[in-house]
T-cell receptor, first 113, second 115 residues
């Protein structure tokens, strides 16, 4: 049972490049989330989805886009990476009836140079 | 808007000591849920506990215990007889209302247990 899987685990980008982070969950969870973690800042919500085909902005959505074409996948895109997007990105999912009791992926460490 | 404050940035204790991690929250919703997550040095986030706003009973799970007090908007976490394996960053978090719009996290407390 894989739980929540993030791809890739590490990536270095040059300023202006684009990339997509993939999150896949095999627990049939309705809710999915993308957070970023920066030193001393805790985790901050970027975007979230309450079901297939739906997405919404979180606390820090600027510079990111997301899509949830399939219930099990939640993609996070950076169209033009900036050094300020250097961070560790976590995907999470949770069951409709247990919001907040989230299962997290292993994280993606992204460096933008 | 919700807010979670963990005033202790870092705590260092010697193994076998008891330690309490503080968490203070703010929300205007009457229905909310509080959480603690653990992030060990390996980096993953591990769910520890979920408590709803209508249940102020303290909870104990082995060496872990949680004290929820609505009167002071606090949800503190105590580790009894700490062990080196408890070394981690601990996050307190909040979800309010329906809960679909994600967790609001505190900034975390880095707990160091020295042997």
């Amino acid at each position: 049972n894989a739980g929540v899987t993030q791809t890739p685990k590490f990536r270095v980008l040059k300023t202006g490049q684009s990339m997509t982070l993939l999150c896949a969950q095999d627990m049939n969870h309705e809710y999915m989330y993308w957070y970023r973690q920066d030193p001393g800042m805790g985790l901050r919500l970027i975007h979230y989805s309450v079901g297939e085909g739906t997405t919404a902005k979180g606390e820090v959505p600027d510079g990111y886009n997301v899509s949830r074409l399939k219930k099990q996948n939640f993609l996070l895109g950076l169209e033009s990476a900036a050094p300020s997007q250097t961070s560790v990105y976590f995907c999470a999912s949770s069951y409709l009836g247990r919001a907040g009791e989230a299962f997290f992926g292993q994280g993606t460490r992204l460096t933008v140079v | 808007a919700q807010k979670v404050t963990q005033a202790q940035t870092e705590i260092s204790v010697v193994e076998k000591e008891d330690v309490t991690l503080d968490c203070v929250y703010e929300t205007r919703d009457t229905t909310y849920y509080l959480f603690w997550y653990k992030q060990p040095p390996s980096g993953e986030l591990v769910f520890l506990i979920r408590r709803n706003s209508f249940d102020e009973q303290n909870e104990i799970s082995g060496r872990y215990s949680w004290n929820f007090q609505k009167s002071t908007s606090s949800f503190n976490f105590t580790i009894t007889a700490s062990q080196v394996v408890d070394s981690a960053v601990y996050f307190c978090a909040l979800i309010a209302g329906g809960g679909a719009d994600g967790l609001t996290f505190g900034k975390g407390t880095h707990l160091i247990i020295q042997p």
